[in-house]
């Protein structure tokens, strides 16, 4: 079970910087949306997303660093500031999670696997607990390389979040490994109207240098505040289909 373990997760436990292209379709909140967006993630706990658009400016820039985020929407002159990152990922995206999950997340990556745990389904599969989440990993052949296939999320009975209320239950799924990372990522939840997205990424970069100016937007003094709510609202860089 730990050369398993260790195998599976042994290139994304060196994975210290990641930019990557990000295709992204499915829905949120039961409506179908697509979009392509730029990412850039670093640990320990620093992102920072682009929203592309056609042509001009990003329909927004997000950055986060620890527990501090801000959303910039450069055409509608609007800024969310010093929220904190998980609460605005969930509100443009629906999923709850916070810049350093979004690093693990993006890079199949367990934390702190629980080898002990761990145990057989079958030949080919294997599962371990890392803290509150379940990982599951899968080989293709006998003598193929583990790979982490899915990741469960806050699926426990009872389980409940940082305010206190009900977790909410979500799975990420991976194919395509390319040099022992996902290019494919599939991110839903138990109750797909929730969120049920696909990502596709291209252009992946490991471990170049991403400096702090990577992860700070200039807010011009005219931007006014938006409220959280209107984010969630308006869900912005994430086209209806």
Not at 143 to 171: C, K, M, N
């Amino acid at each position: 079970m730990r050369d398993a373990v260790a195998e599976a997760t042994v290139t994304c436990r060196g994975v210290r910087t990641l930019s990557a292209e990000l295709a992204a379709t499915g829905s949120i909140g039961g409506e179908g949306l697509r979009g392509r967006l730029l990412v850039g993630v670093a640990a320990p706990a620093s992102a920072r997303i682009e929203a592309a658009a056609p042509f001009g400016q990003p329909v927004f820039i997000l950055v986060a660093r620890g527990d501090d985020a801000t959303l910039l929407l450069p055409r509608e002159d609007r800024v969310v500031e010093h929220s904190q990152p998980e609460a605005v990922l969930e509100a443009i995206t629906g999923v709850p999670i916070d810049a350093a999950e979004l690093r693990t997340v993006l890079t199949a990556c367990a934390v702190a696997p629980e080898a002990e745990s761990g145990r057989s389904l079958g030949d080919d599969w294997r599962v371990v607990k890392d803290g509150p989440t379940e990982v599951y990993l899968r080989r293709e052949t006998r003598s193929g390389p583990w790979h982490v296939a899915a990741i469960l999320h806050g699926g426990s009975v009872g389980g409940r979040d940082a305010s206190g209320g009900l977790a909410l239950a979500w799975r990420a799924e991976y194919r395509d490994f390319q040099d022992g990372l996902p290019r494919a990522i599939r991110l839903v939840a138990d109750d797909s109207r929730h969120f049920d997205l696909r990502l596709a990424l291209t252009q992946v970069e490991v471990n170049n240098t991403l400096g702090a100016d990577v992860f700070h937007v200039n807010v011009p003094r005219s931007a006014r505040p938006m409220t959280l709510e209107e984010l969630h609202d308006a869900r912005p860089g994430l086209r209806k289909d």
